[in-house]
């Protein structure tokens, strides 16, 4: 018995001193914003702010899935953001459907969030990926990327 713990405790140590190696190598690979392979949609300013969403999964998104999304937001105040919504649709949701089970609320710090969106079971070809910012003024701003170009 010791004559085999003898033998595997270099392997042991030798893995336990790579493992650290691999993690940094994978975490230097990832993008900046810890996505790798992500779809990066097409940067359009929403009121003040400017944005940029990505797709982590797959990309247009398959019906009944839910989409992984981040959303950086690169200018405009974000202390005013009060909610902010991600949903795929025809149109942009009601203030009234912001909350509801279908909506993807964005969470995460003042630049970068992510939201998890429920793809409907039937996604028509002119459906969209809405983005819904609320002020807290109660202003609702709309911007959104078509699903049957990207």
Not at 4 to 20: D, E, M, Q, V
Not at 44 to 50: F, L, T
Not at 118 to 128: G, K, Y
Not at 135 to 150: E, N, Q, T
Request: aromatic share 8%; proline share 9%.
């Amino acid at each position: 018995m010791t004559m085999r713990w003898t033998r595997f405790k270099y392997h042991i140590n030798a893995t336990l001193l790579l493992l650290p190696l691999y993690f940094l190598a994978t975490t230097l690979a990832m993008g900046p914003d810890g996505a790798t392979g992500a779809t990066v949609l097409a940067p359009k300013s929403v009121g003040p702010w400017q944005v940029e969403p990505r797709a982590a999964g797959h990309w247009p998104p398959r019906p009944g899935q839910e989409l992984d999304m981040t959303v950086r937001f690169d200018a405009g105040p974000a202390a005013e953001i009060r909610t902010a919504v991600l949903t795929i649709g025809d149109r942009a949701p009601a203030v009234e459907d912001l909350l509801s089970p279908a909506a993807g609320l964005l969470h995460g710090g003042e630049v970068l969030r992510e939201a998890h969106v429920p793809a409907p079971a039937d996604i028509s070809a002119d459906a969209a990926l809405w983005l819904t910012v609320e002020r807290w003024d109660g202003s609702l701003h709309h911007v959104s990327w078509p699903l049957a170009s990207s």
